[in-house]
């Protein structure tokens, strides 16, 4: 069967999406079947809806100018957008004290009137402020909650705690630069469609296989931060999606390993990786590539490995439903990772 002709489910029928289920071949059936569980999606974004962005870590000396960029895209769209009210603050590195992130970050989960958080960059200091975050506002009133790299940690708040479907995506600071255009176009598509395709061209360390699973993961570097706490992510069943940016060779592999020995890697129902931009190689594994450090420490097993796939630190960075169900296809031409139905575009 062909991976492009396949229609499949997210979430469930009251989550509005087709109820078309193909038969895949399933890697590791016993552990993927363990990865499914009942999530919640917020609704889509129609036109009015009305949308914040914040800065829940890092600020950036141009974020009034690239601020008002996201806010043309965003218009343009038929949303309404407002800022939170410590968006341009200052403190140290950060978009302002701990204290101010997570007044605006609660404020928005709060409010029954927006309908999705976009959040500015990410950099560091969500980790500094998760713990004060409550999200019982959110699970009354489920809305969409996007970004990616440090923003993984709040995407695991979210999937971990809440069990509401995230988007790791692109965030604000890009969205009005060009390089960035498919980016931002398949953030629209899923908000808007529910939909996202992603695909990468074949790859020698690929292992070829076909799967159905919910897709989590993100930043390698944070995801490894938070095990033994309460956002540990439970892999089991579930695709794996990996990024990172700036480490260096030696530190992948410790990472990895890191993951193997607390069982995250044993019984995944597939692997997906991204960009690992800007490594820095201290020639500790002298003729190995990032994706060789990486596919030794799953090499013993059976399920579905695809490498180059456009998400994380470079353009383009696609959206997808973190937590929702996709189905991914590694075949010796490509490999994809759909969700929805992938013949839907935006009118």
């Not at 509005?16 to 999530?39: C, W």
């Not at 218009?75 to 957008?81: I, P």
């Not at 960059?121 to 009354?140: A, E, F, K, P, V």
Request: charged share 15%; net charge positive.
């Amino acid at each position: 069967m062909s991976c492009g002709k396949q229609i499949f489910v997210i979430l469930s029928l009251s989550m509005g999406f087709a109820a078309t289920q193909p038969a895949l071949a399933i890697a590791e059936k016993q552990n993927y079947q363990s990865g499914m569980q009942s999530v919640v999606q917020p609704p889509l974004l129609k036109k009015g809806d009305r949308v914040a962005i914040i800065a829940p870590a890092f600020s950036r000396v141009d974020a009034k100018e690239r601020v008002a960029e996201a806010v043309q895209v965003l218009r343009s769209w038929g949303l309404e957008v407002v800022l939170g009210e410590h968006l341009y603050a200052k403190h140290q590195q950060f978009a302002g004290t701990d204290a101010d992130r997570v007044a605006d970050l609660q404020h928005a989960l709060d409010s029954p009137t927006i309908r999705a958080i976009f959040t500015f960059r990410g950099g560091y200091g969500m980790n500094r402020i998760i713990d004060g975050i409550d999200t019982q506002g959110l699970q009354r009133s489920p809305k969409w909650v996007i970004g990616f790299s440090d923003i993984t940690t709040l995407l695991l708040k979210l999937h971990c705690q809440a069990n509401v479907v995230g988007i790791h995506g692109e965030m604000a600071l890009h969205f009005g630069m060009p390089a960035y255009k498919s980016s931002v176009e398949s953030l629209r598509q899923l908000l808007f469609r529910g939909t996202a395709q992603l695909s990468a061209p074949a790859h020698l360390q690929n292992r070829l296989g076909r799967v159905k699973a919910p897709v989590v993961g993100g930043n390698l570097t944070t995801l490894c931060s938070h095990l033994g706490t309460n956002l540990e992510l439970d892999t089991r069943g579930k695709i794996l999606v990996l990024e990172d940016i700036g480490e260096k060779d030696y530190a992948i592999d410790r990472m990895m390993i890191q993951l193997k020995r607390a069982g995250k890697l044993q019984h995944l129902a597939g692997l997906v990786v991204g960009y690992f931009s800007a490594t820095t190689w201290n020639n500790v594994f002298e003729h190995k590539s990032v994706e060789a450090i990486i596919k030794a420490h799953v090499h013993e097993h059976s399920y579905p490995v695809a490498f180059g796939f456009p998400i994380g630190h470079e353009a383009p960075n696609l959206a997808f439903p973190y937590g929702a169900v996709g189905a991914l296809c590694v075949q010796s031409q490509q490999a994809t990772l759909l969700f929805g139905s992938n013949k839907a575009t935006v009118n």
